[in-house]
């Protein structure tokens, strides 16, 4: 089945400590997206990548980082420098530029906590 | 002031009752417009899409888009318990690179 994997679901994080999210997709799009999620805020964006060794910051991207060595695999490190990070983290991609495809399709997201 | 406002909620409606959802926004430049539902603690899924004013329809669902007043709405009929779930308005430009500027969620409960 086509789809965009995230993993693990639940991360916990100790003080001064970095931590990766994993995403992966199969649906070979070239976009791919990091979101935090937090209560009431709904979605923010951290980073985003067009194509592969690129990405730009999001609107929040302080505290994080991301690569983007493969197409399907675009992980985020959520770095020590992050002091809130709880909150329920969503990957997402999309197929192109064109008009029936700006669409995003997102994972079933990773939910870090600290410790 | 934020680019999409939406009401938090929560939304309590019966089963069988309509639910009426709407989102404001302040960028004249946005051309396309998404609704997103979303179950707890899982990823959101697409409902909708429309990239023009007026009406569109998908079974119980209708989305609706008046861009002389920066207004979008999304009505379900016949609400069922398994509607239960925050619905999210997204909305993007042209020239934005596929960011999506999300509104904070609505989170509707129908109780049966």
């Known amino acids: 089945d086509g789809g965009i994997t995230q993993s693990p679901k639940y991360l916990f994080r100790k003080e001064g400590q970095n931590v990766t999210l994993s995403c992966e997709q199969n649906l070979n799009h070239d976009a791919m997206y990091w979101y935090r999620q937090d209560p009431g805020q709904g979605l923010r964006l951290i980073y985003y990548s067009q194509i592969v060794n690129d990405f730009q910051k999001g609107d929040i991207a302080e505290g994080y980082s991301v690569s983007r060595e493969k197409k399907e695999s675009f992980p985020l490190t959520v770095t020590s420098a992050q002091k809130n990070p709880t909150a329920f983290y969503l990957c997402a991609s999309r197929a192109g530029s064109f008009l029936a495809k700006n669409i995003q399709y997102f994972g079933a997201g990773t939910r870090l906590s600290v410790l | 002031q934020k680019e999409v406002e939406q009401d938090p909620g929560p939304l309590s409606v019966p089963e069988g009752a309509i639910v009426s959802l709407n989102c404001t926004y302040s960028?004249?430049?946005?051309?396309?417009f998404m609704w997103y539902r979303q179950y707890s603690r899982k990823g959101p899924e697409l409902l909708m899409y429309?990239?023009?004013?007026g009406n569109k329809e998908d079974g119980r669902f209708t989305a609706q888009v008046d861009k002389s007043s920066k207004y979008i709405s999304l009505f379900i009929r016949d609400s069922q318990p398994s509607d239960s779930a925050t619905y999210l308005c997204?909305?993007?430009?042209?020239?934005?690179?596929?960011?999506?500027?999300f509104g904070a969620g609505t989170q509707v409960v129908v109780t049966p």
């Open positions: 997204a909305i993007m430009t042209t020239d934005s690179w596929g960011k999506l500027q």
């Open positions: 960028n004249s430049a946005f051309q396309y």
């Open positions: 429309t990239y023009s004013s």
